[in-house]
């Protein structure tokens, strides 16, 4: 299995505009995760589905983000408009099991806003 | 509030010696306890997990410890090998499947 692939490696964009992030799972993962690290924050879970349904999205920090798995390979996170401090690297994992379970991560985004 | 702390941001050991790193959590009910290694422009990669009904879990030379009465886990690594330096993340997860990371030690081991 190629693993967790996220894309894009690395995105700039600059303050108010759209960005998508993308991230296939691992096949037959029925767990996907999206954090956020930040030198501020650490690595910080935003949101996570199962079997493409969102359970718990308390750490998306406002509206101007959403993430959605329109099926069972593919995940966006998207943030709009984007903000210099949403700066940041963001991973995607994935994983079989939830409760104790390791989680796979992706090699994550790298994302600037200037 | 930070329920899962790392307060050692860095470790440096020399080759063939033990490394120890350490995880303090505040929440009782967290289940599960894992730690995970990352490098430079990758993502975390799973290392060794423990269950909050053991005391200690061991994988080849990596052997985690967890005292539930202190809120205390650690990770040790014999013998350290320059291949692993890396960040260290400890995470802890509830039943309900949420895990909260630490802010992750740098483990240097010198040659």
């Known amino acids: 299995d190629a693993g967790v692939i996220q894309s894009p490696r690395h995105e700039v964009t600059e303050m108010g505009q759209e960005v998508t992030l993308r991230c296939k799972p691992i096949?037959?993962?029925?767990?996907l995760f999206w954090y956020r690290q930040t030198m501020m924050r650490g690595l910080e879970l935003l949101i996570y589905f199962n079997n493409n349904v969102p359970i718990d999205d308390s750490g998306m920090p406002e509206d101007r983000f959403s993430a959605k798995m329109p099926n069972a390979s593919f995940s966006t996170l998207k943030i709009q408009p984007s903000e210099p401090r949403d700066s940041a690297v963001y991973f995607c994992?994935?994983?079989?099991?939830?409760?104790?379970?390791?989680?796979?991560f992706g090699p994550g985004t790298r994302l600037t806003v200037t | 509030d930070q329920q899962v702390k790392q307060n050692s941001p860095s470790l440096s050991v020399q080759e063939g010696r033990i490394s120890i790193l350490n995880c303090d959590y505040t929440n009782s009910m967290f289940d599960y306890f894992l730690w995970y290694k990352k490098y430079p422009a990758e993502g975390p990669t799973f290392l060794i997990s423990?269950?909050?009904?053991?005391d200690k879990n061991e994988d080849g030379r990596f052997t985690v410890f967890l005292n539930k009465s202190a809120k205390h886990l650690s990770l040790h690594i014999v013998p350290s090998q320059p291949g692993d330096s890396a960040v260290y993340f400890c995470?802890?997860?509830?039943?309900?499947?949420?895990?909260?990371f630490g802010d992750g030690t740098t483990l240097t081991v010198k040659p």
């Open positions: 096949s037959g993962h029925d767990y």
């Open positions: 995470a802890a997860v509830t039943n309900a499947g949420k895990s909260t």
């Open positions: 423990i269950s909050s009904i053991k």
């Open positions: 994992a994935s994983s079989p099991r939830l409760a104790g379970y390791e989680q796979y």
